[in-house]
């Protein structure tokens, strides 16, 4: 059994009828079928399986319609919760540990413990190469070398080392805060853009705080 229907083009200026949803076809599919079968010749019935064929071929492209629109629902939803988790982050004061930008500022270290005595604090640059390597007993750095020189401004990585005669063991990384004033989301995750200009992974933060 097949069902079928003509189309007609709408006159100029006739307005366009509103689509009907995926229930409603249902329903007139079903109310069509149900006159089919009243009105059909009891000398020559319709096959059964045809009924049951298109009853199953409409339902299974319902379903699928529904759950296409279920998808996008959850899809904004989910845009919706980023959104707001992006939103979360701006204003915050995070910190990352073992790295910071240097703009010629002094840059504030923070450690969970008092340097011990004869501490090192060993400065490498994006490179890794070491670019100042000092007694450090706390407080923030400078980035002024022993020269006088001031480094150039940009990323550098810290390490608080013991004294060369104690076999130079990496002893802490200290906590370097910044605001975060700009959140966004990429196919990794979300990435932060602080006020020192660094730009991090969302997972490299170690603390927050307001």
Known sequence: MEISGTTQSAPAGAATPAQSSPTTDFETFLTLLTTQMRNQDPLNPMESTQFVEQLATFTSVEQQIETNTKLDNLTAA?????????????????????????????????????PPAGARLVVRDTMGD????????????????????DLPHGL?????????????????????????????????????????GRSIDADAVASIRN
Do not use: C
């Open 78 to 114: 989910l845009t919706a919760n980023d959104t707001n988790g992006l939103a979360a982050w701006l204003g915050k004061s995070v910190s990352v540990l073992g790295q910071a930008h240097y703009s010629g500022t002094p840059v504030e270290l923070n450690f969970d413990a008092p």
């Open 156 to 196: 550098y990585d810290f390490e608080l080392r013991s004294a060369v005669a104690n076999g130079d063991r990496l002893l802490a990384q200290p906590f370097v805060h910044s605001r975060v004033e700009e959140a966004r989301m990429t196919a990794s995750g979300p990435v932060l853009k602080l006020e020192d």
């Open 130 to 149: 070491i670019v100042a390597d000092q007694a450090y007993s706390g407080g923030a750095w400078s980035g002024t070398l022993a020269t006088g020189r």
